[in-house]
């Protein structure tokens, strides 16, 4: 499921090193999932929190989808997992959520994402705008958050992962 990880060369161009460190980010959180059951991806971090490994992934194919089909292009599929009455429905797990849906969606978001973005360059601004602040971005402003985001979320899927079977590391 895993692929080789690694870092963008030192001396690459803007947009090599923006999508090298997005793709080095969605790797990282495949390596914090990987060789675990399904209950393991299911375990919550720590009560009262529903965070899971699985559950972030599954957020992540959210905000795959949100940012680079929603706002960058202007295209609404609509949420995966959420709903109006379940904003946060990616971390609501059940014993029927499978890991290889979940990895499978969340891939298929990652290609969909690669596709549109190839489209733009890095100063282009979105054709769509951003549910929370009704503004366009540029997809070079949409890549740092996206890194940011995984960034953020790798943390949490560490110490996650430690709690799970004591494995560390990035």
């Known amino acids: 499921m895993t692929s080789d990880r690694r870092e963008p060369a030192l001396?690459?161009?803007?947009?090599?090193?923006?999508?090298?460190?997005?793709?080095?980010?969605?790797?990282?959180?495949?390596?914090?999932?990987?060789?675990?059951?399904?209950?393991?991806?299911?375990?919550?971090?720590?009560?009262?929190?529903?965070?899971?490994?699985?559950?972030?992934?599954?957020?992540?194919?959210e905000v795959e989808r949100s940012w680079f089909r929603k706002v960058l292009t202007g295209d609404d599929p609509g949420p995966i997992y959420y709903s109006e009455q379940d904003p946060d429905g990616e971390f609501h797990l059940t014993e029927?959520?499978?890991?290889?849906?979940?990895?499978?969606?969340?891939?298929?978001?990652?290609?969909?994402?690669?596709?549109?973005a190839a489209r733009f360059a890095l100063g282009d601004l979105s054709e769509g705008v951003s549910r929370l602040t009704d503004k366009s971005f540029s997809l070079r402003w949409i890549y740092t958050h996206m890194i940011e985001e995984y960034a953020r979320h790798n943390g949490h899927a560490d110490l996650i992962r430690e709690r799970i079977d004591g494995t560390t590391g990035d």
């Open 11 to 61: 001396d690459a161009d803007e947009r090599t090193m923006l999508e090298g460190w997005l793709d080095y980010h969605r790797e990282t959180l495949a390596r914090k999932c990987a060789g675990l059951t399904g209950a393991q991806l299911r375990t919550a971090s720590v009560e009262p929190s529903e965070l899971s490994l699985m559950g972030l992934v599954r957020h992540m194919a």
């Open 96 to 116: 029927a959520d499978t890991w290889e849906e979940a990895y499978a969606t969340w891939q298929s978001e990652i290609d969909t994402a690669r596709r549109h």
